[in-house]
């Protein structure tokens, strides 16, 4: 059965880039039709997708953060990342990583990772 | 693009039918779209109830069932029971890229 488990700092300092990876287990990132995607979740409010990645390393973003975002797949190690840059108070999230096959829906997700965004 | 018109809260009592509404426009919701909906507990991941606007997924109960109508998705749980009680959130996917998720519903269980 396919886990995600996100990782990285849950404290980033106003300014800075946020770093966060998605580790995959019990199947390959590679295997499918699947895009991953990552989606953060501000405390107490609704759900914002913010962009997804091909196994082949084609990308797609939230045109609302894409001169901040970019997103990579390394399928050697089975993970793929977010970098945030220029993040502000408005980051602060949980932030989940989550598969979609063929896109159409997320069926898996991360339990995810708390990040705030402060001095 | 802004996020999908949800109601704040629905509530029903244990066996009623409820339906929650999704309103987009005719370039989201309207459209080609793919509609998804997700359950979520707090502090929990949400969990994947319905999509392609009606389809659920292996395991989840058939008194989930969802429909689409012009620029409106819903979803509809009957027989509700206590552990519906959660929040819950629809997600329209243009088959491109940038999905859009609705505002968001919270369910009570009277």
């Known amino acids: 059965q396919v886990q995600l488990q996100e990782s990285g700092p849950g404290l980033v300092k106003p300014s800075q880039t946020l770093s966060l990876t998605c580790t995959v287990s019990?199947?390959?990132?590679?295997?499918?039709?699947?895009?991953w995607s990552w989606i953060r979740q501000p405390a107490g409010k609704g759900l914002e997708w913010i962009g997804r990645?091909?196994?082949?390393?084609?990308?797609n973003y939230n045109p609302s953060l894409k001169s901040r975002v970019t997103i990579s797949i390394d399928t050697s190690k089975n993970q793929f990342s977010l970098n945030l840059r220029s993040v502000t108070a408005a980051d602060t999230a949980v932030y989940h990583c989550?598969?979609?096959?063929?896109?159409?829906?997320?069926?898996?997700w991360g339990q995810g990772t708390t990040v705030t965004v402060s001095s | 693009q802004s996020a999908l018109t949800q109601p704040a809260s629905v509530s029903g009592s244990p066996g009623q039918s409820i339906t929650i509404s999704c309103t987009g426009t005719?370039?989201?919701?309207?459209?080609?779209?793919?509609v998804s909906w997700y359950q979520q507990y707090p502090g929990k991941a949400p969990k994947l109830m319905i999509y392609?606007?009606?389809k659920r997924p292996s395991g989840v109960s058939n008194r989930f069932s969802g429909s689409k109508s012009g620029n409106t998705a819903s979803l509809t749980i009957s027989g509700l029971q206590a552990e519906d009680e959660a929040d819950y959130y629809c997600?329209?996917?243009?088959?491109?890229?940038?999905?859009?998720f609705g505002t968001g519903t919270k369910v009570t269980v009277l």
């Open positions: 989550a598969r979609a096959p063929s896109g159409i829906a997320f069926d898996i």
């Open positions: 019990g199947g390959s990132i590679s295997s499918g039709s699947h895009y």
């Open positions: 990645v091909y196994n082949s390393g084609s990308t």
């Open positions: 005719s370039s989201d919701v309207g459209s080609f779209n793919l």
């Open positions: 392609e606007d009606s």
């Open positions: 997600c329209s996917y243009p088959g491109i890229s940038n999905y859009v």
